[in-house]
């Protein structure tokens, strides 16, 4: 993620498919991170952390506010990880590729760097982060415990916006922007003796722009619409052997445009609805609509009730249409989007003074999911691949929340969700049918802090039909009162060290990998 934990002031969740404002991808709910800004974190503060595997992680973040009334807020850190020193992989136990050990090939650096400046109306944002992870794992064939098995990723963004109000009826925002991504992944493989490296890169560059204006028509009724467009001048997806043949060279110029409009309507001083619908145009070949409708009920001061509904795509992926090695996969530049249809109806409930809660139920169905399909075969029987759209999903859930406000200004947090995800007649794999949580925060005396979470994840299914047992994660985190200026917090994970693998996909001999046990954080953090 491009900006550090400590520049963000919270994360909001909107709940549902949001298509119709935000385009595609945003299916199942949309996620929104509220940055700090300068009024909220003026001076300096240096943060220095030791952990678990080796890992060493400087942060620090400044904010001032000048005369003028500009705001400045920057963030940055770094982070150098050694990973574990000895993995063990079961499908690799042979002496061939050394027992199944991969040594010293897990380590991590990284860094990023947030910049927010506003002036008035203006407002800039921009952050910039670039990660290297070595890749023990033998994925895609590449050879096992190679120490040239290493993937980077970088993202960069910079944003400038301006809110007005020429009259009190009337807001606009407008913004333009930058935004790029860039992925290597290098592979190294040991044919008959013979050593090669292969790289994978992804290089992708583009620009934006979006108008958006709220018009109050009545005091019971407002509407909100934009428009939005992007161009990407060169997308690039390539593959090939350093000093040696290229299997992949594909380069794309596209733009996307986009129109949407949301009409809120106040019909009665506890009844609240929402109508909204955007068009996408994508890949100058698909179109699509989405729609979207809110109605919340509110009956009493203390209860509220949603119904929500909407309308959602995911516009495939230009590796889903054109990664295409010859003898192994395929192009689909037919490849259509896929759509999800949701409902759901949220129950909001104050309990009593100190106590809150939370009840849903959803279901959705999404259509056209993509996956790899064998759509020919080699002489030699080897199955070449294609991206195609085959399969359709059917999701049945509940979710209940309750937060209890407790004495001395401890808080009490508790979840659930219980879902069923039909995949053709089976149970969707990697979703699990539970999933709980608990969270608690206590003051301690001088201005210390505790706070510990418990983590329920039911069981799961990997692709290839195995059954993964329930993980449970106890993680504690204490707080010590600060003193002339500094403050250092401990943090323990997986205290009860349970062993449990997450499923992973096809690119991998193994079905599932090992996540980490037991492991500690320490930090110093300063304010001056």
Known sequence: FAIDPEAIERVEIIRGPSAALYGGNAMFAVVNVVTREAPMAL????????????????????????????????????????????????????PKTGNGFARDVDGETAYNVFVSLRHGGFFFQGAANRRTKDVPTGSFGAGFGNPDNRSLDSRR????????????????TGRLYYDSYYYDQTYGY?????????????????????????????????ITGGAEFTYHPNAV??????????????????????????????LASNLHL????????VYDRLSEVSPRLGLVWQPFRTTSLKFLVGRAFRAPSLADQYYAVQ?????????????????????????????????????????????SVTAARTADGSPIVQTRNVRSLEGLGAELEMRWALPHDAELRTSYALQRVDDGGRKLSNSPQHLGSLQLFVPLPHGATAGGEF???????????RALESVRLLNLTLRSPVFMGARVSASGYNLRDQEHPDPVGSGFRQDRIQQDGRSWRLQVEYTF
Do not use: C
């Open 43 to 94: 001076g300096a503060e240096l943060r220095a952390e030791a952990g678990s595997f080796g890992r060493w992680r400087g942060q620090g973040t400044f904010g001032h506010l000048f005369e003028d009334g500009t705001e400045l807020f920057v963030s940055g850190s770094t982070l150098m990880s050694d990973g574990h020193a000895l993995l063990f992989y079961r499908p690799y136990a042979s």
């Open 190 to 222: 040991d044919t008959a003796g013979l050593l090669t490296k292969n790289r994978d890169v992804v290089d992708s560059h583009w620009l934006g722009g979006e108008l958006r204006g709220r018009f109050t028509l009545t005091p019971t009724n407002s």
């Open 327 to 371: 003898g192994s996969s395929l192009t689909n530049p037919r490849l259509r989007a896929e759509h999800m249809l949701s409902y759901e109806l949220v129950w909001e409930q104050q309990l009593a003074r100190f106590l809150s809660g939370a009840a849903s139920l959803y279901r959705y169905e999404v259509d056209g999911v993509t996956a």
């Open 157 to 172: 963004f910079a944003e400038l916006s301006y809110t007005g109000t020429p009259r009190p009826d009337l807001e606009w």
């Open 455 to 465: 983590l329920l994840v039911g069981p799961r299914r990997t692709d290839g039909g």
């Open 274 to 281: 929402s109508v909204g619908v955007r068009f996408d145009r």
């Open 237 to 266: 997806q390539r593959n090939f052997d350093l000093g040696g043949s290229t299997y992949l060279d594909d380069r794309r110029r596209f733009d996307t445009w986009a129109a949407y409009l949301q009409d809120e309507w106040q």
